[in-house]
């Protein structure tokens, strides 16, 4: 439940706030991409293009991050930029949050600190690049994304290009499966790997039309059965990576991170480092590529789970 003091923690930017008003849909997006994901100045470039179709396809896009003591749902250009440069930021998944707002540190939320916002703020749609998920050896180190904790638990609709495949995704998936977190495909119907379009694995349900998925969600939530759903859909063709090369690049990524004892919150934004470096920056494309067709989907989808709604009031 969402209280009124955890919403008095929440700064709405003037252009959310007259969405809202106006009853125009909304799409939350993180900005651990924006800070950790991808470098300057590709990172806010990408960011505000994002923005631009979002609002383009009939949405209001809400990138949330922590500043200044505040939750802030929507951002200016120049605080994305300020993101988008600054080295002080701090990776705010659930454990950080009330460390960076109470200390007033700027901060970029991860998959699971986005979700927690977006769930205060009314939004139902969220968009990001690849989810976190059990890292490969898990069995060992215990590595295990709290964004699958935060699907568990928060009404929240994630739209990515799957997870990268520096992760156990077929663990991933049993995970998901676990804690009873739907993961639905567009396009294709196995879940997506984020560089290539095709991790092996297939998804739950495939459903390519918004209406149809947001049909689905509203029955989920409908029922009362609180928790995020998964919204998967492939990097488009001509932008997807090789699948021998990423693989190769992946291992070597993972045996450094083994080699230099890189642990805790580090092991992610390491190896997503690593992996950019390998690839010569040619993954940043995939990157920007995937980003902006998941904007896409997620928008549509914003839409129709807004007339969802309308639907039910009038029946
Ligand atoms: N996977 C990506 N790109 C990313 C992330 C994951 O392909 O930028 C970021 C997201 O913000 C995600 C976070 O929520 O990393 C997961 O970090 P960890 O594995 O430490 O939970
Ligand atoms: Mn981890």
Known sequence: MVTDLARSWLTFSPAVAAAKAAGRPLVALES??????MPYPENVRTAREVEALIRKLGAEPATIALIAGRIRIGLSDDELELLGRSDQVHKVSRRDLPAVLASGGLG???VAGTMICAALAGIEVFVTGGIGGVHRGAQETFDISADLQELARTSVAVVCAGAKSILDI???LEYLETHGVPVLSCEQ??????YTRDSGYRADFRLDDAADQARFIRTKWDLGLAGGVVLSTPVPEAAAMPSE???????????EATAQGVTGKAVTPFLLARIKALTGGRSLATNIALIKHNAEVGAKLALALADS???????
């Open 32 to 37: 651990t991409i924006i800070a950790h994901g």
């Open 108 to 110: 970029a939320t991860t």
């Open 170 to 172: 077929g663990l991933t």
């Open 189 to 194: 119907d196995n879940f997506a790997a984020f």
């Open 245 to 255: 090369e990423i693989d190769a690049l992946t291992r070597q990524a993972l045996a």
């Open 309 to 315: 709604v309308r639907g039910t009031d009038q029946a």
